[in-house]
């Protein structure tokens, strides 16, 4: 890799480490939130669905395994974990989100650090969970997360993790080219498809990889009109379609999110 991509992956980093310094209050409301009511927002229906598809996972392994949260932010997902039996450790590069992680949740331990350099031995955890994470990434960065979150789990270890959707229904690739052509600085987003990262995962030595596109992107658009407009339409989706998950084309690449579940 030339240094002028060395330095645009650092670059891209260093500014999703800012944003979520400058996002942490909207974060932990948003998980708040999700706690009392599920479509109180559509980040709150989106976490929901991905938390229902992590929970398959979770079942996936034993009671006190050990589980990797790569940018665990606020720690609300860690906390989720480990009440499911857990032992979980967090990996998190902003100030701001891992201060309000020890506040919250002393007991939980969250360490200062970057997915594409993980600080951990080799082969030491049984599952390595990365929500909404890489999608502010340099595709550098992301190539080296998925060879090290491969290097620490244990033979026969699981990977979830969850991208963004080049062809969302939500239409939020137009809106990002959008925002970058009238503001430069607006925060990167990698977008991708589900073939794609099947391929990179596999090719960095997974041998068995899933994926599973969840949502309804138009729902976000419902929640622009308003909270209360937004979760009546979404309850209304939701009655239609309960599962809103889908593994074949197009549907899959049409969905809000894209979930990858890989195997070492």
């Known amino acids: 890799m030339s240094k002028d991509k060395e330095n645009e992956a650092e670059i891209i980093r260093e500014k999703a480490v800012r944003l979520h310094d400058r996002e942490e209050k909207r974060f932990r409301q948003w998980y708040e939130l999700l706690g009392v009511d599920q479509y109180s927002s559509e980040f709150a229906y989106g976490r929901k669905l991905i938390i229902r598809e992590l929970e398959?996972?979770?079942?996936?392994?034993?009671?006190?395994?050990?589980?990797?949260d790569i940018g665990s932010g606020?720690?609300?997902?860690?906390?989720?974990?480990?009440?499911?039996?857990?032992?979980?450790?967090?990996?998190?590069?902003?100030?701001?989100?891992?201060?309000?992680c020890k506040k919250l949740f002393p007991h939980l331990e969250v360490i200062e650090g970057y997915a594409s350099n993980l600080p951990f031995r080799d082969g030491i955890f049984d599952a390595?969970?990365?929500?909404?994470?890489?999608?502010?990434?340099?595709?550098?960065?992301?190539l080296n997360t998925y060879k090290e979150i491969f290097r620490v789990l244990k033979e026969g270890g699981i990977a979830f993790i969850t991208m963004v959707n080049r062809w969302a229904m939500d239409g939020y690739l137009l809106y990002y080219c959008w925002k970058r052509f009238i503001d430069p600085e607006y925060h990167y987003t990698y977008f991708t498809t589900a073939g794609k990262e099947i391929e990179t995962l596999k090719k960095c030595g997974f041998k068995k990889v899933q994926a599973a596109g969840v949502m309804y992107a138009f729902i976000r658009i419902f929640y622009k009109a308003g909270?209360?407009?937004?979760?009546?339409?979404?309850?209304?989706?939701?009655?239609?379609?309960?599962?809103?998950?889908?593994?074949?084309?197009?549907?899959?690449?049409?969905?809000?999110?894209?979930?990858?579940?890989?195997?070492?």
């Open 227 to 264: 909270r209360r407009t937004g979760a009546f339409l979404t309850r209304l989706i939701e009655f239609i379609n309960r599962e809103q998950r889908w593994e074949k084309e197009p549907w899959r690449s049409l969905a809000g999110s894209l979930i990858l579940i890989a195997q070492k």
């Open 128 to 142: 390595v969970v990365c929500v909404e994470v890489l999608r502010y990434l340099h595709p550098h960065d992301i």
């Open 56 to 68: 398959g996972v979770v079942k996936s392994v034993a009671s006190g395994s050990t589980v990797l």
């Open 74 to 100: 606020t720690g609300h997902l860690m906390s989720w974990l480990a009440e499911k039996g857990l032992k979980v450790i967090g990996l998190e590069p902003s100030t701001a989100m891992r201060t309000t």
